[in-house]
Nanobody, 123 residues
């Protein structure tokens, strides 16, 4: 499956962005996730989305501000990012795997990756 992330941009602190990840084929049986790579730092976990889209896991740094959702009919996952902070500035990636046998927050658990979309939070 090919993944394409979009929706990034420049936003002021406290603002919001809606990131989307479109898949080239069905995602109904894929476990999805969002990761990000801040400037000069390693890639880090943001959120994971279960098959149903109802059992999602969030990194502590974004919990309560970001919301991940899945639309199997549209083969799309969305990351709604609210109350953005400068520390959220990063290249955001979506990822997928048929099943997760290990840590859902580990990038090594996923074998499909999309191109990133840049989020910059600055005044």
């Amino acid at each position: 499956v090919q993944l394409q992330a979009s929706g990034g941009g420049l936003v002021q602190p406290g603002g919001s962005l809606r990131l989307s990840c479109s898949a080239s084929s069905s995602i109904s049986r894929l476990y999805m996730a969002w990761f990000r790579r801040p400037p000069g730092k390693e890639r880090e976990f943001v959120a994971s989305i279960s098959w149903s889209g109802k059992n999602n896991i969030y990194a502590n740094s974004v919990r309560g501000r970001f919301t991940a959702s899945k639309d199997n009919a549209k083969n799309t996952v969305v990351l709604q990012t609210d109350s953005l902070r400068p520390g959220d500035t990063a290249l955001y990636f979506c990822a997928a795997v048929p099943s997760v046998n290990g840590d859902v927050s580990s990038a090594q658990s996923y074998n499909f990756w999309g191109q990133g979309t840049q989020v910059t939070v600055s005044s």
